[in-house]
């Protein structure tokens, strides 16, 4: 659907973001008055805006600044606009949000305006994808590496150290009235249906069905070949040769049970400890995302 008049608008940067610098050239060239905070001021930044009456809140940033900005507009008639500023984008890619900078700010104040999903874990909103076990081993590491060397060789080390450190846990899944239970070594939930094969496992399926997607990897091995596929995959390169069996389900809602009260869950990239269970669920149009026309239609 399209909105009839431009909504009134605020912008935010995230001035701690890699591509910063960037980010706040095409801002200012597209003529967007905005405001630079750090990511522990963003939320509440983002709420006082709203307070004071914008309809629509622009946010530059990787996935985990736009998830910040999404949990406070969800379900609500707040439209959100992106600039894709971060280093893998995926949300912004699924929605035909253009990674170019300078067309994203031109996009942020038009009028096109869809619907789009969002996951959560517990209470906690996710755009892309949620993990638990060795996916979450893996972005730790590369947290701790990265503070030293490139973001790339941060990731190679990091797949090294997971795959040298890879744990299984005890994992009961519930969903539709079914309860099953699992050794595992990584749980994987996708927002929307994701390919299962090499070289786009993990990507969202275009066109593809709504639901949560959920992955369950079991025993050592297999997620061994599980973690380094999805960590090749992030970075844009081939991370096995051949891919593990794995369950995987496509659901509504489904409660996770680890036997431990809480555990590092990962979101979009970020990890937050929550309290088990961990209760998932889709919830359907709960964004209103400002989005490129279709090709054609500019």
């Given at each position: 659907m399209a909105t009839q008049t431009a909504p009134k608008l605020k912008a935010f940067l995230?001035?701690?973001?890699?591509?910063?610098?960037?980010a706040r050239e095409a801002l200012?060239?597209?003529?967007?008055?905005?405001?630079e905070i750090q990511p522990a001021e963003l939320?509440?930044?983002?709420?006082?805006?709203?307070?004071?009456?914008?309809?629509r809140i622009v946010v530059g940033g990787g996935d985990g600044t736009i998830a910040t900005a999404a949990s406070i507009v969800a379900k609500t008639d707040v439209e959100l606009a992106i600039i894709p500023a971060g280093t893998l984008n995926h949300f912004a890619k699924d929605h035909n949000i253009p990674?170019?900078?300078e067309k994203a700010a031109l996009i942020a104040g038009a009028r096109l305006v869809i619907r789009a999903d969002a996951g959560y874990a517990n209470d906690s909103l996710f755009l892309n994808t949620s993990s638990i076990g060795a996916y979450v081993t893996f972005v730790r590491a590369r947290e701790r590496f990265e503070k030293y060397v490139g973001y790339r060789i941060a990731s190679f080390l990091a797949v090294i150290r997971t795959w040298a450190r890879l744990r299984t846990f005890t994992v009961t899944l519930e969903a539709k009235g079914e309860k099953k239970e699992y050794r595992s070594s990584m749980v994987f939930i996708g927002a929307g249906e994701r390919e299962l094969k090499l070289p786009t496992l993990g990507n969202r399926v275009k066109n593809g069905r709504s639901g949560l997607h959920v992955m369950i990897v079991q025993g050592r091995g297999r997620g061994r070949l599980f973690a380094l596929a999805l960590a090749g995959i992030a970075e844009g390169t081939k991370g096995a040769e051949?891919?593990?069996?794995?369950?995987?389900?496509?659901?509504?809602?489904c409660r996770i049970d680890l036997t431990r009260s809480h555990?590092?869950?990962g979101l979009d990239g970020e990890l937050k400890e929550m309290r088990t269970p961990l209760d998932y669920r889709i919830e359907r149009d709960a964004l209103r995302l400002v989005v490129a026309p279709p090709e054609g239609d500019e």
């Open positions: 995230n001035a701690a973001g890699g591509s910063a610098d960037k200012t060239k597209a003529g967007l008055d905005f405001e939320g509440k930044r983002i709420k006082q805006a709203i307070d004071d009456g914008a309809k990674e170019d900078l051949k891919l593990p069996e794995f369950d995987d389900f496509l659901v509504d809602s555990s590092l869950i």
